[in-house]
């Protein structure tokens, strides 16, 4: 810290950047700050957007078409000073004021009329020297990054913090629902017990498409690339790691330490069997592409998988693209996020609430009106998966023989699993059978020795398919 005597401070923090901030109240609706040595007097920020895509063409366009009403209920005046993007030719349907778009990236950064800075490049590269290059010098930064977040997380909030700056990111997790908002602001004094999301709408869709229209995942698939909900290479998507790099933020949001990606059991829907579908219907279950965060006894388990949900819960009725989040707080209870997580115009929203946030930030002459992401659970531990207690839906593909299920039953038993429910439908004496298993709860390690047993047995025709359900 340093001593500042500018306008009668009551609090005056220098960071390790260039930027000096002075709270005042020395003088009403305008704001000061002197950053670089300039002191300026204003209620307009300037805003630099880095990536002019999809989202990036959203965000203008809903600053253009919004502004005023930001205006009128903030005060702010938001003003869009520089764009960069590689392409400087591409028509995206908004009209732009000439030599706002750029291809040079650091210049909308370092530029001194610029007074925040929104991310919208993606990806793990430049995205991370850009926001680096802002943080330190001291501007806040806006992303819907997840990928950078939940693998680079750590050391950007940490640089954030070093330099008094602020990292924000609604955008990044559940598209335009004020989830981070909510479980930043809303839910502080809970002490966070669980975390259901479904955070993928394009899963969510595949697996719809699939149980709505009996399609095979390769067409539902398709339709989602045709309709633009699934990108030309999907793998992020339906290998679930799009989803694992939202669980990342949430939990390490939730618990206060950074959850590194490896943290997480990981499993996606690529190549999805529409049959299961079917026979989780006959047992009352839908299948979601869930990411599952509990704390057990001071420890956070982390998970993404394709989940059989109870038919009668509530997150068994999002559809289609829609996300929704079940987040269990010790003093709230139970709370349900619901809404789009995907596109341009939600996505804008969301990312224009955290300018707005960034923008009050600066004007209010405070470093952090909400708590940020701090890093303050140094004890923060991970739960190995194989500790986790989880219950299964097992289609096994059997010798339609006697005998065949005390085999079953006998591998199981050894292992503490026991039978909840059995589903075999009648077909030909002698040809292989598909057998539905539904289990009581047990040890995911438990599973795993069993399972790996009962595939060696010569009455077991395929590898048996498995997935875990959820009872909330
Ligand atoms: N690809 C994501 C989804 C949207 O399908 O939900 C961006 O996070």
Request: aromatic share 6%.
């Amino acid at each position: 810290m340093s001593t500042c005597f500018l306008l009668k401070p009551t609090l005056c923090l220098k960071g390790k950047g260039n930027v000096i901030r002075c709270p005042s109240n020395a003088v009403d609706k305008q704001w000061k700050t002197m950053r670089g040595g300039r002191v300026m007097n204003r209620k307009e920020i300037g805003v630099g957007l880095l990536g002019f895509g999809t989202i990036g063409s959203g965000v203008v366009k809903s600053l253009q078409d919004h502004g005023d009403l930001i205006e009128s209920r903030t005060g702010l005046r938001l003003v869009l000073r520089r764009i960069a993007d590689i392409d400087g030719e591409r028509d995206r349907g908004v009209r732009l004021a000439p030599g706002l778009l750029t291809h040079d990236a650091a210049s909308v950064v370092n530029s001194p009329d610029v007074d925040l800075v929104i991310e919208l490049i993606g990806g793990v590269g430049a995205a991370k020297d850009l926001m680096v290059q802002a943080l330190s010098l001291g501007k806040p930064v806006i992303t819907a990054n997840k990928a950078l977040l939940a693998e680079h997380g750590e050391e950007i909030f940490r640089l954030a913090e070093d330099h008094q700056a602020n990292v924000f990111f609604e955008a990044s997790v559940g598209g335009g629902i004020p989830l981070i908002r909510s479980l930043r602001e809303g839910l502080v004094s809970n002490r966070i017990q669980r975390i259901y999301g479904i955070l993928n709408g394009t899963c969510n869709y595949i697996l719809t498409r699939m149980e709505q229209d009996r399609i095979s995942f390769d067409k539902a698939l398709k339709d989602a690339q045709k309709a633009g909900f699934a990108e030309v290479e999907p793998a992020l998507d339906i290998d679930g790691i799009d989803t694992a790099h939202k669980a990342v933020i949430l939990a390490s949001l939730a618990y206060g330490f950074h959850v590194p990606m490896k943290a997480v059991a990981v499993e996606g829907i690529r190549g999805f069997n529409a049959i299961d579908i079917s026979y989780a219907l006959d047992l009352g279950y839908r299948i979601k592409m869930l990411a599952v965060i509990k704390e057990i006894n001071g420890e956070v388990e982390i998970r993404v998988h394709p989940t059989l949900i109870p038919m009668n819960h509530i997150l068994s009725s999002v559809h289609g693209i829609f996300n929704a989040v079940l987040i269990e707080g010790d003093s709230v209870g139970d709370m349900l996020c619901y809404g789009q997580g995907a596109g341009r115009d939600p996505t804008a929203s969301a990312v224009l609430s955290d300018v707005v946030d960034a923008a009050r930030d600066l004007t209010s002459h405070v470093l952090r009106r909400a708590p940020g992401f701090i890093l303050h659970n140094h004890a923060g531990r991970i739960r190995e998966i194989g500790a986790s207690k989880v219950r299964y839906y097992l289609r096994l593909t059997l010798l339609d023989k006697p005998g065949v299920f005390g085999q079953i039953g006998a591998v199981l038993g050894r292992h503490g699993i026991s039978i909840a429910s059995l589903l075999q439908k009648e077909v030909q004496a002698g040809k292989q059978v598909p057998v539905i298993v539904i289990t009581h709860l047990g040890h995911e390690q438990a599973f795993r020795e069993a399972m790996e047993e009962i595939d060696a047995l010569n009455i077991v025709g395929a590898k048996t398919v498995r997935f875990r359900i959820e009872d909330f």
